[in-house]
């Protein structure tokens, strides 16, 4: 049970180093978050399942805490990141910008108070 646990766990860091990776190489600000939303969860999901038998009940609780909670708040942290950018940064990779209607840009006034 052991040997099993820790070739589950080492399966999750090999994920989180390759979602790393994915941060470095990644050239636009949208793919790079892109890659660590999804392989922090899924890291953290696999080396959980690996870590809870050695770790008992409390700390198999623990980490089902831990893993609901960055389920639940990663999403909306990634969409507001990439909101954020998409509002800060020049964006001329996308062809199709289905917000530029709807967001102002810096620079541009748009008649909204602030």
Do not use: C, N
């Not at 470095?24 to 790079?32: D, L, N, Q």
């Not at 959980?48 to 409390?58: D, F, I």
């Not at 980490?63 to 940064?89: D, K, N, Q, Y």
């Amino acid at each position: 049970m052991t040997a099993a646990a820790e070739v589950v766990m080492l399966v999750g860091a090999i994920i989180a180093v390759l979602g790393g990776i994915g941060l470095v190489r990644f050239s636009t600000p949208f793919a790079r978050i892109q890659t660590a939303g999804k392989a922090s969860p899924i890291s953290l999901l696999v080396t959980s399942v690996g870590a809870a038998p050695l770790l008992g009940w409390a700390g198999a609780g623990y980490l089902a805490i831990a893993a609901t909670a960055m389920i639940l708040t990663l999403p909306v942290v990634a969409h507001l990141l990439l909101r954020a950018v998409h509002r800060t940064e020049r964006i001329d990779h996308l062809t199709i910008d289905d917000l530029a209607a709807d967001e102002p840009r810096p620079g541009k006034p748009d008649g909204r108070a602030r």
